[in-house]
């Protein structure tokens, strides 16, 4: 009889120990060792059944023949521009997200529009017929979309290598279960076996392959660390449940830029891709409103404009609330410090709070003037005019600063019929002033800013 193995798993690194600890001495997280099973047959782990056909010996860098990366149509606009311009022969991209936000449906409609290519979509969490009333929803055909629910991984090895599909789709990792480890599925054990065995298959037969995965309650990843080190690529799936938008964003991607954006709108026929983000990001009004002001951003690539709202009122409680959505909220308490002690508005007493329209985060720092500006509208109670906007930082002493492609921005702005944009004064080196039919006002205080606003 074998003798069965156990050894502790730090649930959140997927560091292992022979013994229990409290504390993780990788992560440094506390009481994450869980026992679990492990009985590993060193021949055939991982796998079984599929060999590496080359032999691998070291070669001179210069010697080795880069064939033209050759990009994987998706057929999806959006995740091709996330993806770098289209999927990587040979690659593992991770899809993170909460349940329910729609990353099933994501890969299920790739699946459908991938018509050039036989695709199989191995589903771990519905039936078959689930899977088909899904399709039916999404109102798309295709012959060379291949169901498989099963989440037994050598059964699952048994599959591909009779079917040979072009894209592998797995909803999701959590479900897998390899016989080589007897700890159950979505243990850390099992999770990393199975990523582990799927990564080598993608490797050897050159064929992509899209991980769907859990997201915990804190926004992580569910399962190991380990697992993002492991895949090429991760995607993460987000959007507030009651927007319709969803934004798909790459935190990690060896084969392109890590800034890219991807947006949708969830209808009753799926995901629509999203081209013009500022149409829905900008609420449609026809009276004027205080506390609104609009911010030129870019999200990797794109210009996009976007609205912020703020809402400043009298504190009823002796302590004034700031709360954001989308926004950091330090950087609010920095941007109202200035406006406090540089500009001389007292909004000291005042309960702020400020909301970025369509549940989109930001971070890019050239929305600090239109936050500024909806901050004064709402406390001041007079509307920012709806034909203005803003793409400016805010330094520490109330000074306007300059941010990156500005002429990008002013030209976003003018396609889609604003009238007036704020920059600062110091951005304005090579700028063609003529090219716009859009006003360009060059600021460098925010009392200047104010002034033209509101008086
Ligand atoms: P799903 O893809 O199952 O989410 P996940 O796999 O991330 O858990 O998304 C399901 C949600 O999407 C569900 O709340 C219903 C909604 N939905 C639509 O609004 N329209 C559609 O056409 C489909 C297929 C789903
Ligand atoms: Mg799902």
Redesign the pocket.
Known sequence: MSKVKTAFFCQSCGVQSPKWMGKCNACGEWNTFVEEVIQREEKGSMASGIRDPRSVVPVKISEVVFSHEARINTHDQELNRVLGGGLVAGSLTLIGGE??I????LMLQVAMKCADQKILYI?G??SDQQIKMRAERLGSRNENCYILTETNTEAIYRHLESLHPGIIVV??IQTLQTDLIDSSAGSVSQIKECAAGLQKYSKITNTPVFL?GHITKDGSLAGPKILEHMVDTVLQFEGDRNYGYRILRSLKNRFGSTSELGIYEMNDTGLREVSNPSEILLSQRDEQVSGIAIAAMIEGQRPMLIETQALVSSAVYGTPQRSTTGFDVRRLNMLLAVLEKRSGFRLGHKDVFLNIAGGIKVDDPAIDLAVVAAVLSSNQDSPVDSKTCFAAEVGLSGEIRPINRVEQRISEADKLGFERIFISRYNTKGLDFKRYSIKIVTESRIEDVYRKLFT
Do not use: A, N, V
């Not at 729609?102 to 449906?105: C, H, N």
């Open positions: 349940p329910g729609g990353k099933s449906t589903s969490e519905e909803d999701s769907i």
